[in-house]
């Protein structure tokens, strides 16, 4: 794969709105028939928006958050199972950034660079809690690796070149693996059965005895022992998708009742547009929408102001902002996917429109952490000055 290299801020967006546009035309049969989206990432990687956020020094744009979020925003506006899927590959993009040596740096950030993917192999079903981490990294006697596990909602590895293992390793402190998407030992299994977020083919990875050599191998522990952003980052992205969701459901909303809604006999008008008691539903739900995506782009613009000075308190109010948008961009996305069917009526909830895929993302990518968790942060950080945890939920 070529991909093109982007300039600056400016043209992120002037290619991922262009994307999102060529997205949304197929995003309903894509998602009716789940046809996964390989010829569409095959785009974004061209587009060069994959490396948007590698450093300046390395050869990458090193956009600001506010873009990022709006990129992933559009995007998910479009298609939020396509917006979902590169989600992990920014993440992992970060940790080499934060803790890569300058030879991993110079490696995978070319790979970046070059179009290429990252998936991931994170989370684990059947442990105590999200944080337990059973896969494990045993070291051989020529300084190598084997990497040995089984991970669930592996967002992205089916399409991936690189896919960052989560693992604990002889020390039992966190660490990723970068591993190639074709390493022996590693199967990624299609196994996603979600009834939302149906093509993002957030499946299966079984790693045996999965070489891997000692420069793949980063210390993702050190990453919280001091100010962090990883967190505030990967949460800021996940709120951008709920906005996008949101976005995407209130103008699937309003083109409906445009073009295909009846009035109301009592309403006394010729169109289900001119219905006030519409109009005022629709207004309700865009200030809903508006304020959802004040909150994301007030969350990027702390994010990028700790990312110019990292301290324990620019980071905690980074932290309590992307909590305070995505617990709202939750709600808001479910709630406007929902209201989609009351505003539109009975025809809406026909099957062959498909239209119910908006409130399927929502609800399945709204489940991805509570944001009951945030609330509670933000509540403490506000009414007792407790700084939020250190931890990638946050």
């Not at 409130?359 to 509570?370: E, F």
């Amino acid at each position: 794969m070529t991909a093109k290299v982007i300039a600056d801020d400016a043209e992120a967006l002037t290619v991922a709105a262009a994307l999102a546009d060529e997205f949304r035309a197929t995003a309903c049969e894509r998602d009716a028939e789940r046809r996964l989206p390989r010829a569409e990432l095959d785009r974004i990687g061209e587009s060069g928006l994959l490396a948007v956020t590698v450093p300046a020094g390395y050869g990458g744009a090193d956009v600001r958050q506010e873009t990022l979020a709006e990129v992933f925003r559009l995007l998910a506006a479009a298609d939020a199972s396509l917006a979902q899927i590169p989600q992990s590959h920014f993440v992992y993009v970060n940790v080499i950034a934060r803790q890569g040596s300058a030879r991993q740096r110079e490696f995978f950030f070319g790979e970046v660079l070059a179009g290429r993917r990252f998936g991931n192999a994170q989370s684990e079903a059947g442990t105590k809690h999200v944080q337990d981490i059973r896969t494990r990294l045993e070291p051989r006697p020529d300084g190598s690796y084997t990497l040995t596990g089984v991970k669930h909602y592996s967002t992205g590895a089916l399409f991936a070149d690189w896919i960052p293992v989560l693992a604990r390793a002889e020390d039992d402190n966190l660490h990723v693996a970068y591993v190639p998407g074709n390493a022996p030992g590693l199967t990624v299994v299609d196994d996603w059965d979600g009834m939302g977020q149906r093509t993002t083919a957030s499946g299966t990875v079984r790693l045996e005895a999965v070489p891997v050599p000692a420069d793949r191998v980063l210390p993702h522990h050190l990453t919280f022992r001091g100010p962090q952003l990883h967190g505030a980052v990967a949460q800021l992205l996940h709120a951008a998708i709920d906005t996008g969701i949101a976005a995407g459901a209130l103008a699937a909303a309003a083109v409906f009742v445009r073009t295909k809604s009846r009035p109301w006999f009592e309403s006394g008008v010729e169109t289900a547009a001119e219905d006030p008691l519409l109009i005022q539903q629709f207004g309700e739900l865009a200030i809903r929408v508006r304020a959802s995506e004040a909150l994301l782009t007030a969350a990027a613009r702390s994010v990028d102001a700790a990312r110019a000075d990292l301290t324990d308190d620019t980071a905690a109010e980074a932290s309590v902002a992307v909590a305070a948008v995505k617990a709202h961009a939750a709600r808001t996305a479910v709630e406007v996917a929902g209201a989609l069917f009351e505003v539109a009526g009975t025809r809406s909830a026909l099957d062959s429109l498909n239209l119910h895929r908006h409130w399927r993302d929502a609800r399945t990518h709204t489940l991805h952490d509570p944001a009951r968790w945030k609330v509670q942060h933000i509540g403490r950080y506000v009414l007792n000055g407790t700084r939020p945890p250190r931890h990638g939920l946050l």
